[in-house]
């Protein structure tokens, strides 16, 4: 399956999906790793896998209009059956979410619907809540609201700082994300009617749930 992978940092999800092409766990092909930031680590990781590698700095447009219309045109040059978004750090326009509707997927470091946005770790201390963790989601319009794949729960410890709630979480991403890539690339996982389909059952909202207590 021809992939292609948003990134806009140091790339440890990217990380995963490249370890598991290269070990065979992953029937993918990643045919591009493309960064809006040049300096991004990932694109070391990719280079270094042999993947070829683009940089289209967001900074040179005048509107997330065009920016996207000129990403739509790098990415569709390589004709991918998945576009993986591994902490791609923009807000993406309707139309470019439209066209990619159904082979989008985002990581996003919270039990979604929870937590949609930014600094998820320190606000699920704040709250009290017992439990955090990460969701893969298809994209849609609304930003970290289409429908959830699989999740990852890891309990919230006494004492733990965002930082440390964040090291746990990440852990559970670089397993979940590969998973979730490996269903869909089987034919498995899809979404319809703005529901996750896996083997042609809807799953629930929190999607298919996997608990990581064994960190306690």
Known sequence: M????????GGTNLQ??????????????????????ADA???ERASRANIQTD??????????????QSLIKIIDQYQPELVVLAGFMRILTPEFTRHYLGRMINIHPSLLPKYQGLHTHKRAIEAGDKEHGCS?????????????????????????????LAQRVLTQEHIIFPRTVQLFSEGRLRMENNDCLLDGEVLPTE????????QE
């Open 2 to 9: 021809n992939v292609v992978v948003l990134i806009s940092g």
């Open 16 to 37: 995963a999906l490249i370890d598991g092409q290269l070990d065979g766990s992953l029937n993918i092909d990643i045919k591009s790793v493309i960064s809006n930031k």
């Open 41 to 43: 680590f990932g694109l």
């Open 55 to 68: 940089v289209l700095d967001h900074k040179a447009f005048d509107s997330r209009e065009s920016f996207d």
């Open 136 to 164: 893969v989601h298809f994209v849609t319009e609304e930003l970290d609201g289409g429908p959830t794949a699989l999740q990852a729960v890891v309990p919230i410890q006494e004492g733990d700082t965002p930082e440390m």
């Open 207 to 214: 999607g298919l749930q996997i608990r990581s207590f064994d």
